[in-house]
């Protein structure tokens, strides 16, 4: 058994044992929850047989895009799994695998952990592809059963929504769990070797699913906004608007498969920094403590949120009610987790340096900055708050002024994120200053180190919880494109008006959650990201303490150097995701005007050719994954050859920043003018006072709603996983950079030969894409 489980080897008690298992067993609790919940789903009625046309034409769509999507990514993901392996072969490995696997010769822990790392990425890989296609398959059978049971209640509507996000949810939670207690298990304190491959792997996915299913989403949504609401004056899914069915597979490929990969990421990310920074403790002060804490912190977090997550229903048939009950069970499950924290922090980590309040106030604090974070959006981008309503208000003045508003309060509420982050930040330092370092100091470790150890531990601890709510933050995201699809169908099918009425309020409160999520999702990015930063540096010393023993300095021309090109590299990303939209939506446009144009598609004699749009934006989606992953894979590489270590430190730090801001005000700004939309499309219709859809209010506000769509789902959200590949290739290539810090001529060959990748990558994003040949089939004679 000892063979086989190394964390056995690491003279933990009886206890750490056991809680070891349990962590595993409650991993595996989540995933059963989440097989409970599909079987209570699929037991519901899906409607009438319009309503399965329409949802039928919905699944084959996204069944379609995934299948191309992994075909895409296959060959990119051996293409790492081979390098991951090499890896090894180019640095030794940790003194931590040294260690654990002493008595084999070092030919044969290289091979050990060479294979562990390359097995670690591929399970990463493969998980994050799980959550994110299961999850989005079963928010396509949830949506037509929303609907179904929006002919009779609300009830019902909100519970099935908010179930079948919560499988989507409970599997990020128990897959997430899963993974990183197994690699413990069987790498023990040589864990962050394989760590790394296994968080770099669920990233990696999660960058690819964010981006292809944010320009597949609004290829489609900014086709069908431009054509039939603006040009046309058609209500949201028109049946008559060939881009309707891609729109609504759009919502699904992005905010379910590519939301989910992305929280689940950022799980997995921020528990390889928790278990390397908690491994590297150890290593100071002899604590297993450290390492199992953020496993049980974890833990706690599933039962947490299968808890919270089942309250959630509707306490009426009163729709004003559903925001109130999915934020009940968010809150119940925070304080579920917040209990539990105290409880075995008072128990298992009493004896650590320092006290245990110190662990246990790291993570109640990332659960308070999930709540704050989900408030400050909520605030931004809610329709019962001062930002949103002056930009409906702006809608007088035109489009211009509806985005002028949008812009400044995108731009306000990326302030205040970063207030909310640094204050987390200090928090966590002010929480570890004054530990009793000096009985750790060695000739090896000095008390500076030791400090600045504990502190990113904290922060790591931060990220932690403020992910201990992941089953509750998937479901919410989920919950949104599950009504936004409902609504679709019902209106495609021609469903009664109460019916209607419900569906577009959970549509509403669906907005909302996105957004809130969204929000969360860029917060533990920048969380993770530093407690990553913070492990480039710890890792950096241990390899060679000579390297950063002057910290990163700014004042370094060099070092800024990095900063700057680290600062630029989100704005890079974002422009080639938005210009990659507004390619394809230019097709979708001029797919839309051509099908209008065909005799009895405006009369609503004739269906549309939806498939030829699902076929533009599945085209569109996956022509730029590869372009944006060398990008974000290869620049800090060839940062690290070119100016060395310190300057890699100072691109990180870089492009943490930018991204963070970047980020929160896309996302925010995209929010907040769908949700000011929303506001003018809920008023009663009158043309004399400007009022309701068909308004010219209501038309500035489509074009506000229509720019701001590839800036809340595609550019921004996908800023996220890109900030954590970067920092994760980072961490990687360190060694590397620290053993060869000489720039031989291989060097220079290798930095050439990346640069000019690089240049490929960026060219053929910008090469215009050749438009599709017209078939002619009896749909479009």
């Not at 040294?98 to 060479?114: M, N």
């Not at 306490?315 to 304080?335: E, H, K, P, V």
């Not at 929010?671 to 043309?687: F, Q, S």
Request: charged share 15%; aromatic share 8%.
């Amino acid at each position: 058994m000892q063979e086989v489980f190394r964390f056995l080897e690491m003279d933990l008690t009886s206890f750490e044992v056991i809680a070891t298992w349990l962590v595993l067993a409650v991993a595996l609790v989540g995933l059963l929850y989440a097989l409970f919940l599909r079987r209570q789903i699929l037991a519901e009625d899906k409607g009438t047989e319009k309503m399965i046309e329409v949802w039928e034409a919905i699944r084959q769509g996204a069944n379609a895009y995934l299948t191309r999507q992994l075909r895409t990514i296959l060959p990119f993901i051996v293409l790492l799994t081979i390098a991951l392996f090499l890896s090894v072969y180019v640095v030794p490995p940790t003194e931590f695998s040294l260690e654990v696997f002493a008595g084999y010769s070092e030919q044969t822990i290289r091979l050990i952990v060479g294979i562990g790392r390359a097995v670690a990425f591929v399970m990463g890989a493969g998980f994050s592809l799980t959550v994110g296609q299961l999850g989005m398959r079963m928010a396509v059978e949830g949506n037509v059963r929303v609907a179904s049971a929006a002919r009779t209640s609300f009830k019902d509507a909100l519970r099935i929504a908010y179930r079948t996000g919560t499988i989507t949810g409970m599997l990020t939670d128990g897959l997430g769990l899963l993974g990183g207690t197994l690699i413990f298990m069987l790498f023990g304190k040589a864990a962050p070797d394989a760590l790394l491959g296994f968080g770099f792997g669920g990233t990696l996915i999660a960058l690819f699913m964010r981006v292809g299913g944010g320009i597949y989403t609004k290829a489609a949504d900014v086709g069908a906004d431009l054509v039939g609401k603006v040009e046309h004056d058609m209500p949201e899914d028109d049946p008559r608007n060939a881009a309707v069915i891609a729109d609504l597979v759009g919502d699904n490929v992005g905010d379910c498969a590519g939301m989910a990969a992305d929280i689940f990421e950022s799980y997995e990310v921020t528990i390889v920094s928790g278990l390397i920074l908690g491994v590297t403790l150890t290593l100071i002060t002899g604590h297993n403590e450290y390492i199992l804490y953020p496993l049980l912190v974890r833990g706690i977090g599933v039962v947490a949120s299968i808890v919270g997550t089942y309250l959630v229903k509707g306490q009426s048939d009163d729709s004003g009610n559903a925001m109130q009950a999915i934020f009940r069970g968010f809150l119940t499950s925070a304080a579920i987790s917040v209990v539990l924290f105290g409880i075995i922090a008072l128990f298992y980590m009493d004896t650590v340096p320092g006290g245990w309040w110190r662990p246990f106030l790291s993570t109640a604090v990332g659960v308070g900055l999930a709540i704050v974070i989900d408030r400050l959006t909520d605030y931004f981008t809610g329709t019962h708050y001062r930002p949103v309503k002056e930009i409906r208000d702006s809608t007088s003045g035109g489009p211009a002024t509806t985005i002028l508003s949008g812009l400044a309060s995108g731009y306000e509420s990326a302030v205040w994120s970063v207030v909310v982050i640094a204050a987390t930040i200090v928090a966590a330092i002010l929480i570890y200053t004054n530990i009793p370092v000096a009985q750790f100091t060695s000739d090896r470790f000095s008390p500076e180190f030791i400090q600045f150890t504990f502190v990113l531990y904290g922060i790591a601890m931060t990220g932690i919880g403020m992910l201990t709510l992941t089953g509750n933050n998937v479901a919410m995201d989920s919950f949104g494109p599950i009504s936004d699809n409902a609504n679709g169908i019902g209106e495609m099918a021609g469903l009664e008006p109460k019916a209607r009425q419900i569906m577009a309020d959970l549509d509403s409160v669906g907005n909302t959650t996105k957004a809130i999520t969204k929000g969360i999702a860029i917060g533990s990015a920048v969380i993770a990201a530093v407690s990553l930063f913070g492990s480039f540096i710890t890792d950096v010393s241990l390899v060679n303490p000579e390297a950063l023993a002057s910290g990163i300095r700014v004042s370094q021309p060099l070092v800024f150097v990095g900063m700057l090109l680290g600062g630029a590299l989100p704005w890079m990303f974002s422009s080639l995701a938005i210009r990659a939209v507004s390619r394809a939506a230019g097709q979708m446009v001029d797919e839309v005007r051509r099908q209008f144009r065909i005799p009895g598609i405006l009369e609503g004699t004739r269906k549309p050719d939806y498939a030829r749009a699902v076929t533009i934006s599945t085209i569109a989606a996956q022509r730029d994954l590869i372009n944006l992953a060398i990008l974000a894979v290869v620049t800090p590489i060839a940062v690290g050859l070119l100016l060395q270590v310190e300057a890699l430190g100072g691109f990180q730090a870089g492009i943490i920043v930018s991204g963070m801001l970047l980020a929160v005000f896309m996302s925010n700004t995209g929010g907040a003018w769908d949700n000011g939309k929303k506001l003018i499309e809920d008023e009663e219709r009158n043309v004399e006072a400007n009022t309701g859809k068909g308004s010219e209010r209501h038309k500035a506000a489509v074009v506000g709603d229509t720019v701001g769509d590839p800036l809340k789902d595609t550019a921004g959200p996908a800023l996220n996983p890109m900030i954590k590949v970067v920092n994760l290739v980072s961490l990687i290539i360190a060694p590397i950079v620290v053993r060869y810090n000489e720039r031989g001529i291989g060097v220079i060959i290798v930095t050439i030969l990346l640069i000019a990748l690089l240049g490929w990558a960026i060219g053929r994003s910008k090469r215009e894409a050749e438009p599709l040949a017209v078939v002619t089939t009896p749909q479009n004679t």
